[in-house]
């Protein structure tokens, strides 16, 4: 089960995101990107947050922590921007954090390297949850303390938005072409091999154990969360054993200005830069 703190302060929006989500500060001390029930995307968005990022996790991506966030609507009362201060009245209860990263930059694929051994885990993850928001339009990664980091997993999963015809969707191939990491030659076949053995019905039953369940009442056509619980599972399982053998990956269909700002293009070496290098080879000593 995910940690629940309690949201003590309402930092600023972030409006990178349609969802809107925001920066707040908890009770643990923490800070953390909030994500809210209120938001128009509806509570299933949190719910693939938590299964796909829990899972991400439990394969050995890096992944932000996830807490529950306890909000009482009355902290966004000075909070000038209508529209937030709608969104917190709307959002009161539990809601979901993501731990904050500061300093973090956006991942730019020209910017930053990545070996294709990292790729192809990503890639093949992204295919098993069917990520349809990691292409070099919007990467949804990040690069903190030299490391990439996988954040916002809202559009994955598709098939829970319509369930009578889950088994049908979650059998369909990936495409990734558009990949953000699709550039540095992901090797698909490893990553496979690497990661595939380790989705267990047991591992995904009980990433969906981490979803709180009034995220999941009154889904139709379920008569429990748990059943409902075991219908993610049902999808994933089988996807993961053979959706490496369904990923079409032709390149992508355009080119894409880099997004880096100039100082980082002009000044320091294409990641990753030598001082992560020097880092880890004093690591290894």
């Avoid at 694929?109 to 992204?126: H, K, T």
């Avoid at 072409?177 to 047991?202: G, K, M, N, R």
Wanted: hydrophobic fraction near 40%; glycine fraction near 8%; charged fraction near 20%.
């Amino acid at each position: 089960m995910l940690t629940e703190v309690i949201a003590t302060r309402y930092v600023t929006p972030l409006r990178e995101g349609g969802s809107l989500p925001g920066i707040v500060e908890a009770d643990d001390l923490g800070t953390y990107v909030m994500k809210f029930t209120g938001a128009g995307q509806g509570r299933k968005t949190l719910v693939a947050e938590v299964i796909c990022g829990q899972l991400g996790r439990r394969l050995g991506l890096r992944v932000p922590d996830l807490v529950q966030i306890q909000l009482d609507p009355v902290i966004g009362l000075a909070e000038p921007d209508q529209e937030v201060q709608e969104l917190l009245k709307a959002s009161g209860g539990l809601n979901l954090g993501m731990d904050f990263l500061p300093g973090s930059i956006g991942f730019d694929s020209l910017a930053y390297q990545v070996d294709s051994r990292e790729a192809g885990r990503v890639v093949w993850f992204d295919a098993l949850i069917n990520n349809v928001d990691r292409s070099w339009r919007n990467p949804n990664m990040l690069i903190w303390h030299g490391d990439l980091w996988l954040i916002d997993h809202g559009a994955t999963m598709i098939w829970h938005h319509n369930w009578p015809g889950a088994q049908v969707s979650a059998a369909k191939p990936y495409n990734a072409s558009d990949h953000a990491l699709a550039p540095f030659a992901p090797d698909i076949a490893a990553a496979a091999a690497e990661l595939a053995p380790l989705v267990t019905e047991e591992l995904l039953t009980e990433v969906a154990a981490d979803v709180p369940d009034e995220w999941l009442v009154d889904e139709p056509g379920f008569d429990s969360t748990d059943e409902l619980r075991r219908a993610y599972v049902e999808a994933l399982l089988p996807r993961a054993a053979t959706i490496h053998e369904r990923i079409a990956m032709e390149g992508p269909t355009g080119p894409k200005p880099s997004q880096a700002p100039g100082w980082l293009t002009e000044h320091l070496t294409p990641w990753p830069h030598p001082t992560k290098k020097k880092s880890d080879k004093d690591g290894q000593r």
